[in-house]
């Protein structure tokens, strides 16, 4: 192609000048091989004589693969004495060497974990990925679940795709979906073949966080609706001086100690307590212990209590019920043939029946409140 178009003279020149360039590369490269050696051997005698430069020099191309005088196994003395003088690099190269098991150097991990951690405190690249892939190996010794989420973060940080892809993945599995889809979306490259894995994931949390968003929100409106609605249906009761059915309202529906406050004061104010329903006043009895609302419900109680009323609470186990029973059964007096043989034994007194329904009350509220089916702490029941 360069002789073309040429005179005969100018073509055979143009083969020349070919000829000679093909000469001085091949010469180039042939010098190179020596030039390399000399460097080399230079930088070996320069370490031995204290230069932990020249170590560095002479580690990093022994270990280098595209080195004639590749030798993993001679640069570690060189390599080591570097690290031991902060060279990161060099800490970094003899953690890729232990690690892969290069050449005569047996694969060791604990080795390669320790330059690795080394390095990458030094900020080396190469450190921080062994690290990661020396802790986060199952099955092996160094192990360590803590360790290889640390060093993901920072290979992530760093730009490792791959770190980015594995540590978003694991925090998705331990519940942490916000920061797991932020990393994925994070290192996601649109339109690069290499990022499909992660842009799939991220754009996947993403959708998934934005539907249940949606949904949260919804359901929010719905309650905040349906509390209106029941506002509404109290505030007509109570326009309607309804006290009864207001208080009815709140406690059964409603379920607001706040709102069932507010009928009875209410009622009370309006000197209308004698329609609210006797059971009513029990109720109010459990939900408010002490207070306004418990004296009124109080005095309720005490207006319309009977000899025999357990109020809300199971009368069958006080004193005295079971001979009641057996009374109202037709039963008289015990036969005198039946006596005791000590007749001055004295019975210890039973729990009187305030205190059974007090032991009732109690046990109700553990079961609820601490058990197995545990109310909310902001249920009437728990307060």
Not at 79 to 93: P, Y
């Given at each position: 192609?360069?002789?073309?178009?040429?005179?005969?003279?100018?073509?055979?020149?143009?083969?020349?000048?070919?000829?000679?360039?093909?000469?001085?590369?091949?010469?180039?490269?042939?010098?190179?091989?020596?030039?390399?050696?000399?460097?080399?051997?230079?930088?070996?005698?320069?370490?031995?004589?204290?230069?932990?430069?020249?170590?560095?020099?002479?580690?990093?191309?022994?270990?280098?693969?595209?080195?004639?005088?590749?030798?993993?196994?001679?640069?570690?003395?060189?390599?080591?004495?570097?690290?031991?003088?902060?060279?990161?690099?060099?800490?970094?190269?003899?953690?890729?060497?232990?690690?892969?098991?290069?050449?005569?150097?047996?694969?060791?991990?604990?080795?390669?974990?320790?330059?690795?951690?080394?390095?990458?405190?030094?900020?080396?690249?190469?450190?921080?990925?062994?690290?990661?892939?020396?802790?986060?190996?199952?099955?092996?010794?160094?192990?360590?679940?803590?360790?290889?989420?640390?060093?993901?973060?920072?290979?992530?940080?760093?730009?490792?795709?791959?770190?980015?892809?594995?540590?978003?993945?694991?925090?998705?599995?331990?519940?942490?979906?916000?920061?797991?889809?932020?990393?994925?979306?994070?290192?996601?490259?649109?339109?690069?073949?290499?990022?499909?894995?992660v842009c799939a994931f991220g754009n996947r949390l993403q959708s998934l966080r934005r539907k249940a968003e949606a949904e949260r929100e919804a359901a929010i409106r719905a309650a905040r609706g349906a509390q209106a609605r029941e506002q509404t249906a109290f505030d007509r009761y109570m326009a309607e001086r309804d006290y009864d059915g207001a208080l009815y309202y709140a406690l059964?529906?409603?379920?607001?100690?706040?709102?069932?406050?507010?009928?009875?004061?209410?009622?009370?104010?309006?000197?209308?307590?004698?329609?609210?329903?006797?059971?009513?006043?029990?109720?109010?009895?459990?939900?408010?212990?002490?207070?306004?609302?418990?004296?009124?419900?109080?005095?309720?109680?005490?207006?319309?209590?009977?000899?025999?009323?357990?109020?809300?609470?199971?009368?069958?186990?006080?004193?005295?019920?079971?001979?009641?029973?057996?009374?109202?059964a037709g039963g008289g007096k015990a036969s005198s043939s039946y006596r005791s043989s000590s007749p001055s034994f004295t019975p210890s007194p039973g729990p009187s029946s305030t205190d059974i329904a007090k032991q009732t009350r109690d046990k109700y509220r553990s079961y609820n409140c601490t058990g197995s089916r545990r109310l909310p702490d902001s249920h009437p029941v728990c307060?």
């Open positions: 192609m360069l002789a073309q178009g040429l005179s005969p003279r100018g073509a055979a020149l143009g083969k020349l000048i070919l000829l000679f360039l093909a000469l001085t590369v091949c010469a180039a490269s042939v010098q190179a091989a020596p030039q390399r050696a000399g460097t080399l051997q230079a930088s070996i005698a320069a370490c031995d004589s204290g230069d932990r430069a020249a170590c560095t020099e002479a580690g990093m191309l022994l270990s280098d693969v595209d080195n004639a005088a590749y030798d993993p196994f001679l640069s570690l003395r060189f390599l080591q004495q570097a690290c031991a003088a902060n060279q990161a690099a060099t800490c970094g190269r003899l953690a890729l060497i232990f690690y892969a098991g290069e050449g005569d150097v047996e694969r060791d991990l604990p080795s390669a974990g320790n330059f690795a951690i080394r390095a990458c405190a030094a900020q080396d690249r190469d450190g921080c990925e062994v690290a990661e892939a020396v802790f986060a190996e199952p099955g092996s010794p160094q192990f360590d679940a803590e360790k290889a989420l640390r060093y993901r973060r920072v290979n992530c940080t760093y730009g490792n795709r791959r770190s980015c892809i594995d540590l978003a993945r694991i925090l998705y599995t331990m519940d942490d979906r916000l920061p797991a889809e932020q990393i994925a979306l994070n290192a996601c490259v649109p339109g690069d073949p290499a990022s499909e894995e059964y529906h409603m379920r607001s100690k706040a709102h069932a406050e507010t009928a009875i004061l209410s009622a009370s104010r309006a000197g209308a307590l004698s329609s609210i329903f006797p059971d009513h006043f029990y109720v109010l009895e459990y939900w408010f212990p002490s207070g306004p609302v418990a004296q009124i419900a109080a005095s309720g109680i005490a207006r319309t209590r009977r000899a025999d009323d357990c109020g809300i609470w199971n009368c069958t186990n006080t004193p005295g019920a079971s001979s009641a029973r057996w009374r109202a307060q």
